[in-house]
């Protein structure tokens, strides 16, 4: 009898039909400069130069000047003067751009070749829309603003990848075939560091360091991610995984133990477990499920690397401890796990035969101009099944910061460069036993062998897997059952 499915079959692997896997290369929303044409027009050199792609209207109008000049002011008073375009260059592309002799289509303005704007009615701080639906003028205001933050020369934020390429390009570049490398992603190409360095070595080496290696990387030529395959970015010093968002809690606490609410306990302090740091998994790579599981399911999740060591730190120092985020999925067995955690000492087997890291890290500072009042990184995230949607959330949802989190961990013990702090998973269907527990059945049903999973979190890109079962493990005895006080009696002498 065929499986009861919510999802569409997934597209077969490497096919022009596999936009997870296409979307997980690229990162999100990437876009060389040779594909900047658009109905035959190639849209003006200032453009490329500034970093933007173009403007969503279909009937923008001309602004009145006190309109323009408040934008102007707004780009002009948040830039370096080493911008690779000065006022004069804003102007022009402003005015070529929005009323200049463009294709009358739907536009994006893309940010640093990552992040999309929506623009409505004007080009105007007010009313800037982020291209993620929530119709927050307010954000699109403050990503104008990261954008011309964005217009420094050299290199102040990074993705930082793990790869090997193909025996060709290692031939071409004159290094092992097949062999993990290091490097910046820059567009469509990664730039290698030299060889030898693994991401370990950069996170203990700190961003300053990095930055400098990044620079000198950016200068040759470096791979094509089409030639590329990407590994997990980093091999952890160890992994410790929070349950940071309440609405999981809610969801998750009556599909595992069938309890409802959330734990007084929860709200004290950002509670952790560790997890298996030898069970990590890249982009692209088959998930190896116990073979014993029939409740398969998936975590959204972004993680913070660390970087130095530290005992005790406060909030305030853990904020030099962190290095970047990466999105991870903390693969679950939920049976397993809801057999195990009857002994109270955590979900086990039910945990640590995967997790996913990738497909690389980003470096702290770019993720800056998404952080609220609070302190908390406003991304959405989302997690997909064979395409279809299932969850979407704010990690600003979050209970507590990154930075709490670090202290926390560290509280009368210690952190270490390479660690990784897991989030915890998204509410709003960051997984399926969330949905389980508010919907008292599996619906969406346990993730199946052949599923392709994908998560998405803005500013940070996506990760792709698809779900295997492992060779089934031997069997082992149960306890062995004796009465204590009558083996003690028998031992004395």
């Not at 830039?79 to 260059?89: E, I, S």
């Not at 640093?112 to 993620?132: A, S, V």
């Amino acid at each position: 009898m065929a499986r009861p499915t919510r999802y569409p079959a997934p597209a077969a692997a490497g096919s022009a039909g596999d936009p997870a896997r296409q979307v997980a290369r690229r990162g999100l929303a990437q876009v060389p400069h040779e594909d900047l044409v658009v109905d035959g027009v190639l849209w003006p050199p200032p453009l490329r130069a500034f970093g933007l792609l173009g403007v969503d209207t279909d009937d923008l109008g001309a602004p009145t000047d006190s309109q323009f000049r408040n934008i102007r002011g707004k780009v002009r008073g948040h830039v370096k003067q080493d911008v690779l375009v000065g006022a004069d260059g804003i102007d022009s592309l402003v005015r070529r751009t929005l009323w200049g002799d463009v294709p009358k289509r739907e536009h994006r303005l893309h940010v640093f070749g990552r992040r999309h704007i929506r623009i409505l009615n004007t080009w105007y701080p007010q009313n800037l829309l982020p291209l993620d639906g929530s119709g927050d003028k307010s954000r699109g205001h403050d990503l104008a603003i990261a954008a011309a933050r964005g217009c420094r020369r050299g290199v102040s934020s990074m993705r930082l990848a793990t790869f090997t390429t193909t025996a060709d390009a290692d031939a071409r570049a004159g290094a092992g075939a097949g062999q993990p490398r290091t490097g910046v992603v820059s567009g469509e190409r990664v730039h290698p560091f030299p060889p030898g360095l693994i991401m370990r070595d950069l996170v203990e080496r700190g961003l300053d360091e990095v930055r400098r290696l990044a620079d000198e990387a950016l200068a040759a030529d470096g791979h094509p991610l089409a030639d590329v395959r990407l590994l997990a970015p980093l091999a952890p010093a160890s992994v410790r995984d929070f349950v940071a968002f309440e609405e999981h809690v809610q969801g998750i606490r009556q599909a595992v133990t069938g309890t409802a609410g959330v734990p007084d306990a929860w709200y004290d302090g950002p509670t952790f477990y560790f997890t298996n740091p030898h069970a990590i998994l890249g982009p692209d790579e088959t998930v190896p499920f116990p073979a014993a599981c029939a409740a398969r399911d998936l975590e959204l999740e972004v993680a913070v690397v660390v970087t130095g060591a530290g005992r005790s730190l406060s909030v305030e120092q853990a904020r030099e401890h962190v290095f970047g985020y990466t999105i991870m999925n903390d693969w679950s067995a939920r049976d397993l796990q809801a057999r195990e955690m009857q002994v109270s000492l955590g979900p086990a087997k039910g945990k640590d035969f995967a997790t996913t890291l990738g497909p690389w890290i980003v470096t702290a500072d770019e993720l800056e101009p998404f952080r609220d009042e609070d302190g908390f990184l406003r991304l959405w995230c989302a997690v997909s099944v064979n395409g279809a949607e299932i969850g979407r959330d704010l990690l600003s949802n979050m209970g507590w910061t990154f930075e709490v989190m670090i202290a926390y961990a560290s509280r009368d013990s210690r952190v270490e460069a390479g660690d990784v702090l897991g989030s915890g998973t998204v509410g709003n269907g960051g997984c399926l036993g969330e949905l389980w527990g508010r919907r008292g059945t599996q619906d969406p049903p346990p993730l199946a062998p052949g599923d392709v999973v994908t998560l998405t979190v803005e500013g940070l890109g996506s990760l792709t897997n698809v779900v295997g079962v492992a060779e089934p493990a031997p069997e082992l005895p149960a306890a062995r059952l004796r009465d204590p006080a009558l083996a003690r009696k028998a031992a004395s002498p």
